[in-house]
C-alpha cells in the first residue's frame, strides 16, 4: 500500500508539473516575449520551447547615442515624442501597441493587424498609438532593435503613413529567430526601405546611417520600463489590454474579430 500511494503522489507530481508548464506556454504564448527571472523560466523554456527569458530582467541594450543632441521626429506625440500615433487625434478610441522590432510576435501582431490598423485608423474609427521596446539588444545582445527603431523614427519625420508602411515592411522582413541580428545593419534597414515609395532621400538616408535619432530611442526604450510592461507584444483598447495572438504559432486574430474587441471596449 505505502509503495502504490507512492507511485500515485509521484504520478501527481508529474501531472501538475505538466499543467504548470501546459499553463506558462499558454501564457508566454499570448504575450510573445515576456522579461521574467528564476530557475523556473528557464527549466521551462529548455521543456516548452517558448521565448521565456532566463536571469535577470533584460535592459535596453548599449546605447549609440553618444554625444548626439537630442532631436525628436516630426509627427510623434507624448512625452519627448516617445508616441508614434497614427489617426485622428480626437478619434473615440484609442489602440495602444507595445512592440520590439526583433520580436517574431510583434511580427505576426503588425502583419496580420497591421493593415487594419491603418484602414480603420485613417478612417476615424479609432487612433492608434504605437510605443517600442528594445529589450532584446539586452538580452541577446545586438543592435537590431534600437537600429530599426532609428530608422522608424527617421520614417515618421517624413511621415506617419511612411511610418506605417516602412514598420509594415520591416515587419514583413524580420528576423526568423531574435538571436538573428538582421536589423543591425544598415544596408539592410536602407534596402527594406527602398519597398516605400517616397521614403528614401538624402535626409532620411542620413539620419540612418548617422544614428541620427538614437538619443531619441534611448528614450522610447526607458518610457517602455516606465510603462510597467513586462513583454511585447501588448495591445490595449482604451487602456484595456487584449489578446490578440490565437496561440497557434504567430496567427492573430482576424481584423473582424478584432474590430468587435474594439466594439466590446468602447469607452460609454
Known amino acids: 500500500m505505502a509503495s502504490g500511494g507512492k507511485k500515485d503522489q509521484r504520478r501527481e507530481a508529474r501531472e501538475r508539473l505538466v499543467a504548470q508548464r501546459e499553463a506558462q506556454a499558454r501564457g508566454a504564448r499570448r504575450r510573445g516575449r515576456l522579461l521574467v527571472g528564476g530557475a523556473l523560466a528557464a527549466v521551462l523554456a529548455i521543456a516548452v520551447g517558448v521565448g521565456v527569458y532566463a536571469s535577470k530582467p533584460a535592459?535596453?541594450?548599449?546605447?549609440?547615442?553618444?554625444?548626439?543632441?537630442?532631436?525628436?521626429?516630426?509627427?510623434?506625440?507624448?512625452?519627448d515624442g516617445?508616441?508614434?500615433?497614427?489617426?485622428?487625434?480626437?478619434?473615440?478610441?484609442l489602440v495602444s501597441v507595445w512592440l520590439d522590432p526583433?520580436?517574431?510576435?510583434?511580427?505576426?501582431?503588425?502583419?496580420?493587424?497591421?493593415p487594419a490598423f491603418k484602414e480603420r485608423a485613417g478612417a476615424g474609427d479609432y487612433r492608434v498609438e504605437y510605443h517600442f521596446a528594445t529589450f532584446l539588444d539586452g538580452a541577446l545582445g545586438g543592435k537590431g532593435s534600437k537600429r530599426a527603431l532609428n530608422a522608424l523614427g527617421?520614417?515618421?519625420?517624413?511621415?506617419?503613413?511612411?511610418?506605417?508602411?516602412y514598420l509594415r515592411v520591416l515587419y514583413a522582413n524580420h528576423p526568423q529567430k531574435e538571436s538573428e541580428?538582421?536589423?543591425?545593419?544598415?544596408?539592410?534597414?536602407l534596402s527594406?526601405?527602398?519597398?516605400?515609395?517616397?521614403?528614401r532621400n538624402p535626409g532620411f538616408d542620413k539620419a540612418v546611417k548617422e544614428l541620427t535619432y538614437m538619443?531619441?530611442?534611448?528614450?522610447?526604450?526607458?518610457?517602455?520600463?516606465?510603462?510597467?510592461?513586462?513583454g511585447t507584444p501588448v495591445v490595449e483598447v482604451n487602456g484595456k489590454e487584449v489578446?490578440?495572438?490565437?496561440?497557434?504559432g504567430l496567427e492573430t486574430i482576424t481584423p473582424e474579430a478584432f474590430g468587435q474587441l474594439v466594439a466590446a471596449n468602447r469607452k460609454s
Do not use: I
Open 59 to 79: 535592459g535596453p541594450g548599449d546605447s549609440e547615442a553618444g554625444d548626439r543632441p537630442f532631436v525628436r521626429p516630426a509627427h510623434t506625440a507624448g512625452e
Open 82 to 93: 516617445t508616441v508614434v500615433p497614427y489617426g485622428r487625434e480626437g478619434a473615440k478610441d
Open 102 to 114: 526583433r520580436c517574431p510576435f510583434c511580427a505576426g501582431v503588425e502583419t496580420g493587424l497591421g
Open 154 to 165: 527617421a520614417a515618421v519625420n517624413e511621415s506617419p503613413e511612411k511610418f506605417m508602411d
Open 181 to 189: 541580428d538582421k536589423f543591425g545593419s544598415t544596408a539592410t534597414l
Open 192 to 199: 527594406l526601405a527602398d519597398e516605400v515609395p517616397g521614403l
Open 215 to 230: 538619443p531619441w530611442v534611448d528614450r522610447v526604450s526607458q518610457a517602455f520600463y516606465g510603462s510597467g510592461k513586462k
Open 243 to 248: 489578446d490578440v495572438l490565437t496561440g497557434k
